[in-house]
């Protein structure tokens, strides 16, 4: 399967902890999107990250990519009950399609 | 400059009808991606089209599913006949381009729902 793979599966924290999620693929890929979805609802873009990056930053946010490792992972700092959701990345190729992982689900306890 | 839009947000069905879902791209755009997302997994590619073709069908069900994306209007996937298990959060995705670093903006989804 080309299918990305994220773990933990579940995470949960106090409120203010940091929290750090990955990713792996197993493919070259252009680049790497995370997004954020709240139950039930849609998708939220949070970053994307080339593959000739290696960091890139947004506020409380820091995402990271290892070509070599085929993986990447997604840190956010000073959590926030608001910050609740699962948290998806998704790799795109050449051939244009996003692959996205089953997630990640968050749950910060305030 | 509008985002991707969607509809109808949510859509009910009895088993044996069609549901139709609408997506208009943001502007300027002319690819178009469709995703399901079933409860608890993330979204599985569907489809990929440009104006009046159809790229990429390969995560698409070969029967009572079909999607266009006309030179004029929206994109529409097309469920025939259906059955519960179609119940899904269906998202469209668009971007400018193909290429390199191409990014994909979401819409807010359709959620259909099969009585």
Redesign the interface.
């Known amino acids: 399967s080309q299918q990305g793979e994220e773990d933990p599966q579940a995470l949960s924290i106090q409120e203010g902890e940091n929290a750090t999620m990955n990713c792996s693929y197993k493919t070259s890929i252009n680049n790497l999107q995370w997004y954020r979805q709240n139950s039930g609802r849609g998708l939220v873009h949070l970053i994307l990250i080339r593959s000739n990056e290696r960091e890139k930053h947004s506020g409380r946010l820091r995402v990271t990519l290892d070509t070599s490792k085929k993986s990447s992972s997604l840190l956010i700092t000073a959590s926030r009950a608001a910050d609740t959701a699962s948290y998806f990345c998704a790799y795109n190729t050449n051939a244009g399609k996003s692959t996205f992982g089953d997630g990640t689900t968050l749950t910060v306890k305030p | 400059n509008a985002g991707v839009m969607q509809n109808p947000r949510h859509l009910v069905r009895r088993r044996g009808q069609e549901a139709r879902l609408r997506c208009s791209p943001m502007k300027g755009h002319s ?1 178009v ?1 469709w ?1 399901r997302q079933l409860p608890e ?5 569907m489809v ?1 089209l440009q104006k009046e073709n159809i ?2 069908e390969s ?1 698409m069900p070969k029967e009572r599913f079909s999607a266009e994306f006309p030179k004029e209007g929206p994109s529409i996937l097309r469920i025939q006949q259906v059955v519960r298990g179609d119940s899904a959060a269906y ?1 469209c ?1 668009s ?1 400018p381009s ?1 290429g ?10 359709t ?1 259909l729902t099969v009585l």
Do not use: C, T, V, W
Request: glycine share 14%; aromatic share 30%.
């Open positions: 690819h991606y995703y997994e993330g979204l599985k590619f990929y790229i990429d995560g998202f995705a971007s193909r390199e670093y191409n990014e994909q903006f979401f819409g807010p989804g959620r």
